[in-house]
């Protein structure tokens, strides 16, 4: 049975997009957390030294000394609701932002909202002198829900005992709030680092339609790792002549499929998704899964 998990996961690792990458590497997290807080008496120094290099924390000069925790903090999860909530929203969200916008963009976006939001948790502490940590993907996901609600904002979701939702009104009411949570006091900080992965969304919609894209150097850096896998990968060829020699298709394979993915994104830019005819949508559903 374990074995089958594993085969599983490392299939996920291999073919699946880069939303379900990145909910497992969550999950992985979450589940050794859960493990050494298990073994561990409540309250040990030694997982509260753990949690501490994993958090963001509020002190600066912790912050000096552990400077990856800007990047950690953002895959650490305790609660299980927490870790439950946040998956479930980068997961409906992240399927269809992949869907719209390519699946490399998505790991960027995720890791470029967890910065935003770590640096709006640094200016909050500043200013209100908290003393604490920050965890969680909140930030991240809060980056993806506005921008899949900015690229296609009347795109249409379904929920339970309500009906059809569009996007920008479920992505207003969780601004909403988490605007009404800091008005009460609880979680102020989370809600901050929530605020940030917004603006960031905002700014990487905003600097798109100028023509810069914030995920490209990223998005780069991830296909390149991918290409050299691939060519460090050993390859056998056998020659067999007792068979014939296939015949190869002479017909050319397109080179301006990204030139007419970047005509579909700026047409969602100016019009919005629903803007799209059936052919559009349809070649960049395609585009994104072969991305």
């Known amino acids: 049975m374990f074995q089958s998990v594993i085969d599983d996961i490392k299939a996920q690792f291999s073919y699946g997009n880069m939303v379900t990458k990145i909910i497992l590497v969550n999950l992985f997290v979450f589940l050794f957390i859960i493990i050494v807080k298990a073994f561990t008496p409540t309250g040990s120094e030694f997982y509260q030294n753990m949690i501490e290099w994993i958090a963001l924390p509020s002190d600066g000069w912790n912050l000096l000394k552990r400077p990856w925790t800007i990047f950690t903090y953002m895959f650490l999860h305790e609660g299980v609701w927490h870790f439950a909530w946040n998956m479930i929203m980068l997961y409906w969200f992240g399927r269809i932002l992949g869907d719209l916008m390519g699946d490399k963009r998505m790991l960027p976006l995720y890791i470029l ?10 200016i909050y502490v500043q200013i209100s002198g908290t003393i604490g940590d920050v965890r969680g993907a909140s930030a991240a996901v809060s980056c993806i829900i506005v921008t899949a609600a900015l690229v296609a904002p009347e795109y249409n979701i379904r929920l339970l005992l309500i009906g059809n939702v569009k996007l920008k009104y479920i992505a207003l009411a969780l601004f909403f709030l988490d605007l009404v949570s800091i008005a009460e006091g609880n979680n102020v900080g989370g809600n901050f680092t929530h605020i ?8 990487f919609i905003y600097m798109l339609r100028q023509g810069m894209d914030f995920t490209k150097p990223l998005s780069k850096d991830i296909n390149l790792f991918a290409t050299k896998r691939q060519k460090q990968a050993p390859m056998k060829v056998v020659h067999n002549k007792k068979f014939p020699k296939r015949k190869v298709d002479k017909e050319p394979r397109p080179v ?3 030139e007419r993915i970047d005509e579909i994104l700026d047409k969602i830019n100016v019009s919005g998704y629903d803007s799209l005819n059936s052919e559009e949508k349809d070649f960049l559903y395609k585009a994104s899964k072969n991305s």
């Open 113 to 122: 909202g967890g910065l935003a939001g770590a640096l709006m948790y640094i």
């Open 196 to 203: 940030g992965g917004a603006i960031m969304a905002i700014m």
């Open 256 to 258: 301006n499929i990204q």
